[in-house]
C-alpha cells in the first residue's frame, strides 16, 4: 500500500512559481514510477508529467514543457513539480500518481493517488 500527500499549492499571479511536493509512505519508493496530473473544474484529469523509477526519464505535456520540471529524491520519499511561468489555464487541482510499471500519460494506469493540491492562478 502507498499513501500519497501533496502539498505545496496556493494562489499565485500570472507569472509567479510554485513548488509542489509528493511525499510517499512506502518502503522502497525507488520501485515507483510517479506521475504529476492536474484536473480543473468540469474537465478530465489530465497527465501533467511523469518520472521514471531513479530520475533518469522525464516526460512532460506541450502545455507546460519548458515551464514545469519534476524531479524526485528517493532518500526522501519525495517527488516535485516546479512550476514556473505560471498561466491562468494551470489553475487545477494538482495530484501525484504512483505504480510500479512505467504507466505512461494515462491516468487510469495509475494504482495510486493523493488527495490534491489546489493551484490558482489569477490573471
Known amino acids: 500500500q502507498v499513501q500519497l500527500v501533496e502539498s505545496g499549492g496556493g494562489l499565485v499571479q500570472a507569472g509567479g512559481s510554485l513548488r509542489l511536493s509528493c511525499a510517499a509512505s512506502?518502503?522502497?519508493?525507488?520501485?515507483?514510477?510517479m506521475g504529476w496530473f492536474r484536473q480543473a473544474p468540469g474537465k478530465e484529469r489530465e497527465f501533467v508529467a511523469t518520472?521514471?523509477?531513479?530520475?533518469?526519464?522525464?516526460a512532460y505535456a506541450d502545455s507546460v514543457k519548458g515551464r514545469f520540471t519534476i524531479s524526485r529524491d528517493n532518500a526522501k520519499n519525495t517527488v516535485y513539480l516546479q512550476m514556473n511561468s505560471l498561466k491562468p489555464e494551470d489553475t487545477a487541482v494538482y495530484y501525484c500518481?504512483?505504480?510500479?510499471?512505467?504507466?505512461?500519460?494515462?491516468?487510469?494506469?495509475?494504482?495510486?493517488w493523493g488527495q490534491g493540491t489546489q493551484v490558482t492562478v489569477s490573471s
Open positions: 500518481a504512483a505504480d510500479r510499471s512505467e504507466s505512461g500519460r494515462y491516468y487510469l494506469n495509475y494504482d495510486y
Open positions: 512506502v518502503r522502497t519508493f525507488s520501485n515507483y514510477y
Open positions: 518520472i521514471s523509477w531513479n530520475g533518469g526519464r522525464t
